[in-house]
């Protein structure tokens, strides 16, 4: 796993990240996808082109849809809200502090049901990985619970951001 804390969301800083992440790999000789939104940060030549240089499969959201990166989504939720990093904090090393013990304890300590209750690294160190399957939710169903105005908020918040939504992934 790779992490990089910024005040932006820069392709370097993501590439950081991503470098993180490779060199911590522990079975290089596997494939291995990497699934992102269709932010521009992971669209750049140099995101995408340290992916390719190390042999990454690149998939992307193909409607900017949540629940295509329901798991990287489910992650980012649970560090924030579990570990408290959506609060505020005084400065930059205390967020720093604070993002690197979450990382431990979210990889190290915490079970996780998807997981069998056993924790990442446990899931990892195992010579057999099942695979988990995770569906995608009946939308449809739930948007005949909202009212005809929640159903236009939805349905705007949907229909923003082409530039994101319509990104191709670049190279030189």
Do not use: W
């Not at 099942?130 to 939710?137: A, G, L, N, R």
């Amino acid at each position: 796993m790779g992490y990089k804390l910024s005040s932006g969301m820069s392709s370097a800083d993501t590439a950081q990240a991503l470098r993180m992440a490779i060199a911590a790999r522990q079975y290089p000789s596997l494939p291995l996808i990497h699934h992102s939104d269709r932010g521009l940060q992971y669209c750049s030549a140099l995101y995408t082109n340290i992916l390719k240089d190390n042999q990454i499969a690149i998939s992307m959201t193909e409607q900017s849809d949540p629940y295509e990166n329901a798991v990287a989504e489910r992650i980012n939720g649970i560090l924030k809200d579990e570990f408290g990093l959506a609060d505020r904090f005084e400065d930059i090393g205390q967020l720093q502090i604070q993002v690197e013990q979450s990382i431990e304890f979210y990889n190290n300590l915490r079970p996780h049901l998807s997981n069998q209750m056993l924790t990442p690294v446990q899931m990892h160190r195992q010579h057999q990985i099942p695979i988990k399957d995770y569906k995608k939710k009946d939308t449809d169903k739930y948007l005949g619970l909202l009212s005809v105005r929640e159903q236009r908020l939805l349905a705007r918040r949907m229909n923003t951001g082409t530039t994101v939504r319509n990104c191709k992934v670049t190279s030189d």
